[in-house]
């Protein structure tokens, strides 16, 4: 069972940077692709970005690219989601996730999820 919990979410004005991060809680971390999902008040689930075992392919939702980075750091376990250029839309709860591959984690095949962390985007 792979933990995964979140942190770095808020609040940030329109125009502004943030970023959360997922720190896994073994050492298998190098075993799994890793990629963020968000909820917004009222709304589905939906993928954001998603990153392989390797950090050599990466995944992005159209509404994000070109705005948010997904990184991660094998030796410290943990996934990052750097967020520029942030809109009032991108105010939802983010989730991190854990698959077997970064094309399965974009297509919701998820193995392990995070409790969720909030960013809010005042206007």
């Known amino acids: 069972q792979v933990q995964l919990v979140e942190s770095g979410g808020g609040l940030v004005q329109a125009g502004g940077s943030l970023r959360v991060s997922c720190t896994a809680s073994?050492?298998?971390?190098?075993?799994?692709?890793m990629g963020w999902f968000r909820r917004a008040p009222g709304k589905e689930r939906e993928f954001v970005a998603a990153?392989?075992?390797?950090?050599?392919?990466?995944y992005y939702a159209e509404s994000v690219k070109g705005r948010f980075t997904i990184s991660r750091d094998n030796a410290k376990n943990t996934v990052y989601l750097q967020m520029n250029s942030l809109k009032p839309d991108d105010t939802a709860d983010y989730y991190c996730?854990?698959?077997?591959?970064?094309?399965?984690?974009?297509?919701?095949?998820?193995?392990?999820w995070g409790q969720g962390t909030q960013v809010t985007v005042s206007s």
């Open positions: 996730a854990a698959g077997s591959s970064g094309r399965a984690v974009k297509g919701h095949e998820v193995d392990y």
């Open positions: 990153i392989s075992r390797s950090s050599g392919i990466t």
């Open positions: 073994e050492g298998t971390f190098v075993n799994y692709a």
